[in-house]
């Protein structure tokens, strides 16, 4: 550990490749794969502990990981090729590691999540923080400890925030760690059950990072989309909503006022929207200002200011001279964060992704943007 | 086949013991169980092709059958002496019959959803229907066919009623149908959306049966209760919720003057509670009736003539001698099915769920009551 400690606090200053914002180790089996990182008793209380493996294949006799269990992708969810030794995709630290870094020639990859995305969905507020910590812990020991060029992102459960307080500060100091995921639930970000989290984020300097939680109209718990979609593809599209409730929502309870420094990355939700929804913003806060008093800025100022946006999936405008407006329109030279969603089947490889791309700005987008937001922790 | 139909068609007038009617038959792999009864296409779409086994634990490459997987039971969800060489209980129909019917001398018993009760929670109505439609042909097959005692609900989808109405038609005439499994929605049971079902039903005289899905406050497109709970304890005593609701809507839409002959059965859940609600209802009447023009008679008279309750979970009031006067209260004479829910963990055997129950009641409840229900469908 102490190699791999050194390498990393001396390479923040000499990263000068791609950091990839959005990678994802999963696990072999589940939840089972955290059995290690908890007491029996908890193992007991998840339906994880002993060995009724038949038991796994039956509901009301094991917790599952909410997550979009009724759309499924046709296409397979994962890159055909991440599939390694018959494993599930990023399973295998090793392997992983040389197809996304000496494979995509990108330097660092931030992990999220695995399959926490959508731990916000559970009723259990214990439930969801003890699965957080023990991936936190999983996280650590068998992929950030494998290999330097992982980073990673620390999972807390939103539903009880004096919980994930605790956790962010047993965590927040152990090598690798850049920045806390936060899993999608149905309150929106900007109320105030969030502020003890925005405040333990500020002050240990971690970006928040968001990412679709997949149970979006899935589970009665999870955040909604307006209107239920009945095929992926049509569901698939429509997971920027939360992101754009959320977003709407930071920016009009003052929480960037509240918490100037506070950043927050929004994962795979798109970006191209956000151009209209500032233009909107702004727009609206001419007249409409009396009722936000708390904001000493235009709205466009705070995003601009505390929220990024990651590239993956990338846009790929009908017409090709459109990408560079479209950057342009949502400033990304300041709030893009390339990321590749590494293992699954819509991954980006920067160099195709991001072609067409003036050569500046790329060098923004991969380098020194994401430099920028997780500064001294990468 | 032959043998048993003649025994079947027979066995109406030979049957004297009791008859269960709430059994449920597990599938040994979820979706992939019904392989055999669905186009390659099919199970391409549903994720359940091919021989991809890690894609199973992955979200997003293959459907699941939407159940309680955020509440789980402590207990074990089954019982455990139901689990017969390794595998999960009831999923094999020989010793499942050797257990049921000659371990608690029950006579005949009816398959009810195996785990398809929470298929209402599908977004898409499709995959629903073509599940039941898989589902109808495993049971007819691995099943009724297995064993005389065995009889069968035949499985339709909510979402799609005029599919649901060919399924009726394709499936009901086989031996060993007693009626049809309308798995719960999101959509009461008033509302003109199941005519078409009650038509059917009616039609073909197949009682509708209904049963906790497992998804409730669960999924999103689920039914579901009045607030979110947190245990699986508390979720479960609260599952009785949608059923008062489709019940009120039943009656209150005047379903049952519309299809004065249409039984609805509602097994697993409860009916102590169904007292107060035609006490309440029956009140109410006699200042709002003007709302519900409509109705005939007064509410709890359709509740009578035309639903049925199945006993278990058995009423276990703190004075013994209650039991009776509840009893007396529902109409248990004309209203209440022997259930035993075999093979879940709160199984009732019927010599000890029905102690204390006099004999001419016991007779009704065991035996005349459901012989009045499903006719000479059994």
Redesign the interface.
Known sequence: MTATQTERQTGAGSITGIIDSDVHP?????LRDLRPYMTEAWQ????IGGD?T??S??????????????????A???REDA?HN???PATDPVFSAKQLFDGHGIDVGILIAG?LFGIG?????DVAATVASAYNDWMCEQWLAVDPRYRGALAVAPQDPAQAVKEIERVQGRPGITSIFLPLHDILHGNRHYYPIYEAAQKYGLPIMVHPS?TE??????P?MAG?????IE?HTALAQIHQSNLLSLVCHGVFEKFPDLMYVICEGGFAWAAEIMWKLDRDYKGLGDEVPWLKRKPSDYIRRNVRFTTQPMIEPHKREHLNTVLEMVYADETLLFSSDYPHWDFDDPKLALAGIDRDLLQKICHDNPMAVYGHRL
Chains 1, 2 share one sequence.
């Open positions: 999963n696990f072999k089996d589940g007991r209380k998840l339906g009724a038949w038991a294949r039956f509901a009301a006799a094991s917790y599952v990981l909410p997550l979009d269990y009724l759309y499924i992708n046709s397979g969810a994962y599939i018959g494993e599930a399959q969905a559970f009723p259990d507020a997949g109209n899935v589970f009665a718990q999870a909604r239920t979609p009945t095929y992926y569901w």
